[in-house]
Structures are given as C-alpha cells and as structure tokens.
C-alpha cells in the first residue's frame, strides 16, 4: 500500500472502521508519511535514514468511557480487529466526566501545505544538501555539524457522526553549526519551510560561517541591562512559550500569567506595547497550516493579540462548552506583525545594543510572570553606532516575554522560523544577569 | 542533555558513518497537563510502539531458543554478505503511563513495540537496519539491508570504525532484581493509589493537583558475532504528582512537585517503608529506595501552600546545602553530560553542544574539576539505579569507573568504537538504544558523587552554616552548550541563619560556572543520607532518543555561591 494515501483511498478505510462499530460512537485518525534525515558532524555524514508510517487508530465510546486501539495493517480483519480491541479497551476504561461528544460534519479550509518538491526528496537530494553544506567549511578550515529533516505526510479524521477531514502536507528543517578550527567562534543557520526549494543550504551554512568567524575573540561586556535586536531564531521560543500559554483553563483557575488578582482573566486588557498583533491563519502561503486540530476543530484565521490588548485565548471543548464560549483550538503556527526594515536596517538605527543569533536551553523560571532563563549563543556581537564593533562572550539571560514585549523599540520584517511568522525585535532593558564562557 | 518539546536526536556515536534506516512506526507523544512534568520535558511524553490493552502487556516473552534461533539468521546472513561484525538485538518494549487530576483519571496508555534492530560493520562502516517483520525471512533481509547500506556508506567513509574487543560472554541471562512485577498490579490499585494522592492533596490546601505513574519493562535479547546471546528483562518505575495552590485575592499561585526518584524497581518502591526515609530539619523527609507517595503528597498540600507567603529571597552570596533530590540534576547537567566522549569531540555540536571538558584538560592529569573532596563514579551496577543493567547494548559486561577521583578529571563514558581514543582497549559499557529501531549509541550510565566518609547527618551540616539556603527537589535548570554556566532553581527552600532552619523563601535560584561550584564544594554528609534521583526521559541525539538515568548523592554544602531573585511585576 502507497504511504501517501489519497482522500479517497483514506475515506474508504476509514468508513470500512467506522461499519464495524458496536459502540456509542467510534472515531478514526488515520495518518501516514515517509521522514527522511541525514546528520553530520565533523564535516562528515554520520547519520542517515529514512522511516515510513502508516498507522491508524480508532477510539471506541460508551456513554463516558472511551478507549483507543492502533494499527498497521488494513486488511479488513486486522481493522476490526483493532476496533472490538478499542471497543474492550473502552468498556474497561474510567469515566472521564469531562468527555464532550464528537462533532458532527465540519467545514475545513484547503491548506496549502503540500508541495510536490519536498515530497520528491531522496536520499541523493539529502546528501547533497549535506555536502553543500560541508563542502565550504571543509575548504575555509571550518568545522560543521548539521541536521536535515523532512517529512511528507497525511492525515485524515473521520468519526460515526458523519465528520471527515483529509490533510496532505510536507515539511523540511535544517539548522547548521559551524564553529572555527580553534573552538574559538561558533556560528548558527536555521530554516524550515513547506516547500524545500526555497531552501539553500549553501547560503543558510555561509551565514553561520561568516558568523563562526566574527565570533573569534569575543570580549566580555559587564551582565546588565541591554538594549538587544533579536534575530526571528532568538525571540521564536520566548514567543512560542507564551503563545503556549494562552490557555483560558489555566487563567480562569487563577494559575496563569492571564490570571487577574482578586479572580477573573485579563482577556480584552492591553497586556503589551500597541504595535504588538498575533495572528494565526492555517491559509498563510509561508506558513500554511492543518485546516483541522486533532480532536476535529477546524482551524481558522484568529486574532490573538490586536495592538497590545489579548483578544482570544485557547480553550478546551469541555472548558469552552462550561462556560459558553467558542472552543478556539490552539493553533498550529502564529503570525506576529512587524515593520519593513531589514536586520541590517535595525543595526543601522542602533546606538549602542547587542545583536543575538539565538538563545539556548530555554526554561521557565516563574509561570506565573512567564519569567525565562537561557543563554545566548553561536554569534554575540556589540553594536555601537549602526555598526557592528565587536563579537562578545555569551550572557545568561532571565527575561519575561510579557516584559519584553512591553519594551519594544523597533521591528523588521517577518521571516518563518519554527513554523511561524516572526520580526526581527529590537528589545530595550533586556536583562543579562551572568557570563558564559561557552563557545 | 535536556528534552525540549520535540525531544529532537539520534545517534552519532563514532567518527564513522553509521546509517540509521528504519521501516518502522513513527514515534508518537503524549502531551501533558501537569505543571512539573510539562517543564521538564516540553510538555509531551514519548510513547513507543502500538496501543493495547493492559493484560498484552503479560503476554509472556519469547523463549530465548527461539530468539537465538533467530538471531543466527541475523549474524549468518550478515556475514555472507560480507559483514566483518554484526549484533542483532531483538526488543520487546512496553510503557504503562497513568494520567489524573483532582478527581479525574485523564488518560491511561499501554504500548508496546516490537521488532529487530541489526547493526553491521562492513568494509570498516556501520549500518543499520530495522525492522518489525521478526520472521526468518524479515530478519535476513533486513541484515543484507544493514550490510548493503554500510557498503554504500564506506565509499564516503573517512578511516574504518575502529571497535575494541569484546569477548564473547555466552548465554546469559539478566533482570532486574525486582519484588513487586508493576505490570502485574492491577489498574484500579494504581488508581486507587492517585486518587488517594489527589484526595490528600486537596484536602491539605492544594487547589488543583496532577498525578502520574509511569512504568517500563524492557526485554532485550542481543546477540553478536563475537559470541554473546544475552536475555534480560529491565524494569523501571515513576510515580511523580505537581500540586498547586492559588490565592485568587492576591492573584498568586505556587507549584510544588513530587520529591520521589524513579528507579528501577518494580511495584516495590511505592511501600513507603518507614527504614527508607531519612529525617531532615522542619519534619521533612527524604526518601531513600521506598518513597511514601500519599504522605510526600499531604506535606507538599501544605509547603505549597506556605509558598504563597514565603519571604522573597534577597539577592547575594549563600552557602547552599542541597537536598540529593535536588543536586542530582546538577550532577546530571554540570558532570554527566559534559564528560560525555561524543559531546567532547563534537558529534552533538548541531544540537547539545561540545563540552568544556577537553581531552587536552584530562590530559595534563592535574584539572581541578572540583575540591579534594569530590569523586565522582559513572556506574552501571549500582541496585535500584535507571541505568543498571548486566550488559550494555553492544554486549559489554557492566562495571563501574572513576570520572572525577580527588577533585581531578580522569576519564570519559565511552563505547566500543571511541574508548581508544582515550588509549583504552575496553569498552566502559554505556552503550545504549531506547528501541529496536533506533541505533545504539553513547548514553549515560549512573553518575554519582561518592558520600563523605566522615559521619555527618544534615542537621549537623547545617548546624555550621552562618548564612546560607536549604534547597530540595527539582525545579527550573538551565546550563551552556558547554557545560559551564548554569542556573538551577528547587521546590523547596529554607533560609539558614547562624546554624538553624529559619523561614522557607521564594524566588530563589542560584547561578554558577561548573569548575568554579563543584570547586566550592566544602562538605558532605555520610553513607547513611546517600540516595538518588533520576532522569526518566533524558533526551539526546538528533533525530531524538530518551533514556533513563539516576544520580546518588548525600547532602552536600557549596560555600559562597551567587544567589539571584526571580520575582518579576508583569
């Protein structure tokens, strides 16, 4: 059987489950798709390989009580199989007083998230895109490591109360380290895209090499307040962090950064700086994303945050239902808004400032002010006068993107990092609190 | 080295190629609620294999003629196609996770995976190949799979693998030593068991609370081409639980997680045996190889909710006595990864990072990583422990080395194709894989720091301490992508004043450079307050691989280390 199966070819084995049922109510995924990588490290491949997966999992229901089955083989016995498994599973399952029944037939958008050159990628194109990668380090004396992941895919839901969605996507990462001979400066490159002929390994490897570089000989500024640019690769998990955070549940249990004193959430208040918008839009032709979430919900064009005020959070069906809102599902990637400088064009505007590649082993410190720990590293630089003067030692940070968010400077252009739409920010009182040696 | 939310990594274990070709089932993630466990790993939890229901999880295992039966296909075929080494490791993986909150059970998963993995060298290059189809003909194609892919590697190769010698040992057979089988205990006992953890809790002050057990059983079968068919049967165990309260008025909340190890140990552990607590000052407890679940729960109700109007911390210079439940993961981060020989040469340099810990620094023999007083042993023997077991994934018996002896680095972890780097014609046997599918590769064994040998409980540490902090449990860590500046937060802290425990505080975490902290380290306590902690799914390699580790230690004082405060207004 094909890996990537056809919404046809999906819906006739998920209709063929769903004949089989004896339960309450019965819901089907069915998900396939081939990942291929390849890693190097010391300018030579020494991981490669590709995985394929086809598997499909049935949910059986009575009343409160539901149980999951998977498999991977789709003859018509292994499928019922699989289904008596789930309706057993069920049966001897705990009520969950929290069950919501299933959705009924749902309209979902046409994400384009598919492109037939990804879904080519063979184990030819991925050493090629390593060596291109390896080749102009090797050559400068430089020493790469890099990871190169892609994945063409599909996924299909359907359940007993007449909902079926299908989704064909494909996806591709790759991020480089390229540090000097001496270990003495270290440079960093990342990209993800749907569509790998936008990807350029080359070009993306010759950033971190120029960045290894003219990180040599780095100098150690005091820790303190500083004013940072951070590049799309250094402000995403700060951003992705918080946007995890949107959950309404948590905030209404008092147990978020969006829960108020005295009880109640800040939903509607201005939480940030006003030229602050995130958006999602599963449409985005740079970041297109599933047209459904997992449990069903579709995913539509949603505002988050509009000129600094909060204006949705993220809720469960239970919770939405218990309080008689619209369940907005998380969504898959976000947008924030930005301005049309370029990076360049915001080191230019800078009088003095730090310029961040990216920041490392990021973790919460307080959830209650979404306070963050982590470092800076592969490419610190100290920007003096619109100029880029000097590479300095990584810092240690602990800074809350609530915070940051508030002391917004300026915004460059967006570019897709992680899965999302993210400026270059130009952050001022950003807070260094320790020095790294770490290259 | 950390798990962030995609747990991303895969091996690279030599300075030869290795290919990791799979046909397999993709690896899935459960995403989590709880509050504790979401900080540690990123949110999600991995789950290997088919969803089934509890009782397949007893199916009995394959009787280990068969398994040597088939074994031989794979070193036989192997070696027709021109293999110079093959080992073939049949893997029978199984999980039991349990997810509550308050009154409600959220989720129970039983999984299991099985299938072959076989690993050649041929013309001095690795491959792999793997497979689920553990039939005679499955598992002689995969091996000429393994053979053909390491032949197609070797063409790019840039010197041969270079593996040191491993006799082979013969039948044999391993298990860990458990009481209690986990996966014999009955669901509703184990629910029954977070109910009543979730109930306590509730009832001592907690507003909302989360409660997990996790259980895995390992059957590995390995075979190799230098004569070892190896059986054992690996058991580990979690319970852990996130407790909150919140004080709606003043707009606050506060977390305080389970302080319990995993282990591995079978049902056993969860006794609560009252020889296997260690008393320390405020009524608080350690727990040694039992842990008393309900009771951990009920204190931490009540010091969550004293956390509420703890004092905040003024910033400066503390002597610290960290709790073992705590600086086990400070051991983890600032010696464990860092001594790591594949970090060292920059295999992970794209993802973990490289280490501080230089061979040419373990060559001059003389670097101080820490005081006289720190030793430090990687370990694969010690009872109890995640990373014991009687052979390594590559066949290697297991035993127990000095990294750290008197203060001073001595040695690395490292596997067969790399010990001979450090000129040694042994593996040290901390070989690892997390599933049949995914190749075998350095991981870390137990790493523990040695007690002190003069007698000395807690309360007489902190007897001598003028002005210093009492830290315990797990909280926020964070370290370089060298290992040399880290900061680590708790759950629970008390402010010492002129030798007594005074107030708790908040906001505290302490901040450090590795050489510099295990440098000021001045005292620790005897044998008899040594236990462990453990990571249960410490994630390494790209594409991502877990594994489980712990880490003994008694209380240990660090002088003068740099506190900073935490507390924001946002």
Redesign the interface.
């Known amino acids: 059987m094909a890996i990537i199966l056809s919404k046809e070819e999906a819906k006739k084995i998920i209709d063929k489950v769903l004949s089989f049922s004896k339960a309450d109510e019965m819901s089907v995924s069915l998900s396939g798709?081939r990942?291929g990588?390849i890693?190097y490290?010391?300018n030579?491949?020494?991981?490669?390989?590709?995985?394929?997966?086809l598997?499909l999992?049935v949910t059986a229901v009575y009343g409160k009580r539901s149980g999951?089955?998977?498999?991977?083989e789709f003859d018509e016995q292994s499928l019922e199989k699989t289904v008596r498994?789930a309706e057993?599973?069920a049966k001897?399952?705990?009520e969950?007083?929290?069950y919501m029944p299933l959705l009924g037939p749902q309209k979902y958008l046409e994400t384009p998230s598919f492109n037939e050159s990804t879904a080519k990628i063979d184990p030819e194109f991925r050493a090629n895109a390593a060596f291109n990668s390896l080749d102009p380090c090797a050559k400068k004396n430089l020493?790469a490591?890099?990871?190169l992941?892609d994945t063409t895919g599909f996924s299909a839901i359907g359940n007993s109360k007449g909902l079926f969605g299908y989704n064909k996507y494909t996806s591709v990462d790759f991020?480089?380290?390229v540090?000097t001979a001496d270990?003495t400066g270290s440079g960093y490159g990342i990209k993800d895209f749907n569509d790998v002929s936008k990807l350029n390994t080359k070009a993306t490897t010759e950033i971190a090499m120029q960045k290894a570089m003219a990180s040599m000989g780095a100098k150690a500024l005091e820790p303190g307040k500083y004013t940072v640019i951070l590049e799309p690769a250094a402000s995403i998990d700060l951003l992705q962090n918080m946007m995890?955070n949107m959950d309404a549940r948590n905030a209404d249990?008092?147990?978020s950064?969006l829960?108020?004193?005295?009880?109640g959430i800040r939903l509607g208040e201005k939480?940030f700086d006003e030229r602050v918008t995130i958006y999602s839009d599963p449409m985005n032709g740079e970041i297109p994303g599933s047209p459904f979430s997992g449990d069903g919900r579709p995913q539509e064009n949603i505002t988050w945050v509009d000129k600094g005020v909060v204006k949705n959070l993220t809720y469960s069906r239970y919770w939405a239902d218990k309080k008689g809102v619209p369940a907005t599902p998380p969504p898959s990637g976000f947008i924030m808004l930005g301005g049309t400088e370029s990076l360049a064009d915001l080191i230019k505007g800078t009088e003095k400032g730090i310029l961040v590649t990216r920041f490392?082993?990021?973790?919460?410190?307080?959830?209650?002010?979404?306070?963050y720990?982590?470092?800076t590293?592969d490419g610190t630089f100290y920007i003096e006068k619109g100029q880029i003067k000097y590479p300095i030692k990584?810092f240690?940070f602990?800074e809350?993107p609530?915070?940051m968010l508030n002391n917004l400077e300026a915004m460059g252009t967006p570019m897709r990092i992680g899965g999302c739409l993210v400026p270059p920010l130009k952050i001022r009182d950003f807070t260094f609190?320790?020095?790294?040696?770490?290259? | 080295m950390?798990c962030r939310h995609r747990l991303a990594y895969?091996?690279?274990t030599?300075?030869q190629?290795?290919?990791?070709?799979?046909?397999?089932?993709?690896r899935d993630f459960i995403q989590l609620s709880g509050?504790g466990i979401g900080?540690m790993l990123g949110?999600s939890v991995p789950v290997l294999g088919?969803?089934?229901?509890a009782e397949a999880l007893l199916d009995p295992k394959i009787d280990p003629v068969t398994k040597k039966r088939l074994a031989d296909v794979a070193l036989n075929a192997a070696k027709a196609r021109g293999a110079t080494y093959t080992d073939v490791r049949i893997g029978r993986y199984m999980q039991q996770y349990l997810f509550t909150r308050e009154?409600?059970?959220?989720n129970?998963v039983n999984a299991e995976s099985y299938g072959v993995g076989i690993r050649v060298i041929a013309n001095g290059t690795w491959g792999?190949a793997a497979t689920s189809d553990v039939t005679t003909q499955g598992i002689a194609k995969c091996a000429e799979t393994a053979v053909a892919i390491a032949k197609a590697?070797a063409k790019?190769q840039?010197e041969p693998v270079n593996l040191a010698p491993q006799k082979g040992v013969g039948e044999v057979v391993w298990n860990t030593p458990i009481k209690r089988n986990a996966f014999e205990v009955p669901v509703q006992e184990k629910?029954d068991l977070l109910m009543k953890v979730n109930s306590e809790a509730m009832k001592n002050g907690a507003?909302?609370v989360t409660s997990n057990l996790f259980f895995v059983n390992e059957q590995k079968y390995f075979a190799s081409s230098d004569g070892s068919y190896i059986d054992q049967d690996i058991h580990r165990i979690w319970p852990t639980f996130t407790v909150?309260a919140?004080?709606?008025?003043?707009?606050?909340?506060k977390?305080r997680d389970a302080i319990s190890s995993p282990m591995g140990m079978g049902y056993e552990y969860l006794d609560g045996l009252a020889s296997e607590k260690i008393a320390a000052p405020n009524g608080l407890v350690g727990y040694r190889n039992s842990y008393d679940m309900v009771e951990d729960a009920i204190m931490a109700a009540k010091q969550a909710k004293e956390k509420l109007t703890a004092k905040t911390v003024p910033a400066g210079k503390y002597d610290l006595v960290l709790d073992p439940n705590h600086l086990g993961l400070t051991i983890h981060e600032s010696v464990g990864h860092p001594t790591e020989l594949d970090r060292v040469?920059?295999?992970?340099?794209?993802?973990a990072?490289?280490s501080?810990a230089t061979l040419d620094k373990w060559q001059t023999k003389a670097f101080n990583y820490g005081s006289k007083l720190v030793n430090i042993v990687a370990d694969k023997t010690q009872p109890h422990c995640l990373g014991t077991v009687g052979y390594d994934d590559e066949g290697v018996p297991c035993k127990e080395w000095n990294l750290i002896k008197d203060g001073v680095l001595v040695n690395y972890q490292a596997i067969r194709d790399q010990v001979g780097i450090l000129g040694e014609k042994e593996s040290h046997g901390c070989c690892y894989a997390d599933n049949w599918?995914s190749?075998q590769f350095q991981r870390m064994p137990n790493v523990s720091l040695q007690p002190g040998k003069e007698k000395l409980s807690v309360f007489d540490m902190i007897k001598g301490v003028e002005k210093g902090i009492y830290i315990i449990g797990r909280g926020?860590?964070?370290?370089?992508?060298?290992?040399?500046?880290f900061?680590f937060?708790g759950q629970l802290f008390y402010e010492i004043k002129n030798g007594e425990l005074t107030s708790m505080l908040d906001?505290v975490?302490y901040?450090s450079?590795t050489q510099e902290f295990w440098n000021s380290c001045v005292q620790i306590c005897d044998k008899d307050d040594y236990r462990t902690f453990g990571s249960f799914f410490d994630g390494k390699g790209?594409?991502s691989q877990v594994s489980a580790v712990s880490h003994g230690s008694a209380t240990t004082r660090f002088n003068g280390v740099?506190v900073?405060n935490?507390?924001?207004?946002?």
């Open positions: 798709g990942t990588n890693r490290a010391r030579s491949v020494s991981t490669s390989g590709e995985s394929y997966n598997s999992a999951t089955a998977t498999i991977n498994r057993e599973i001897l399952a705990p969950n007083p929290e020493t490591a890099g990871y992941e991020s480089v380290t540090r270990g995890r249990e008092g147990r950064f829960s108020k004193k005295g009880g939480l490392w082993y990021i973790r919460s410190v307080d959830p209650q002010t979404l306070l720990t982590g470092l590293r990584n240690r602990n809350s609530v915070i609190s320790s020095l790294s040696d770490a290259v | 950390c895969l091996a690279t030599s300075q190629t290795k290919t990791n070709h799979i046909i397999m089932n993709r509050m900080a949110a088919n969803i089934v229901p009154t409600k059970v959220q129970i792999f590697n790019i840039k629910i507003g909302f909150t919140v004080d709606k008025q003043a707009g606050k909340f977390t040469l920059g295999y992970e340099a794209n993802y990072g490289t501080f599918n190749v926020s860590y964070s370290i370089d992508q060298q290992r040399y500046n900061q937060g906001d975490a901040q450079n790209q594409p740099n900073i935490t507390g924001r207004k946002i």
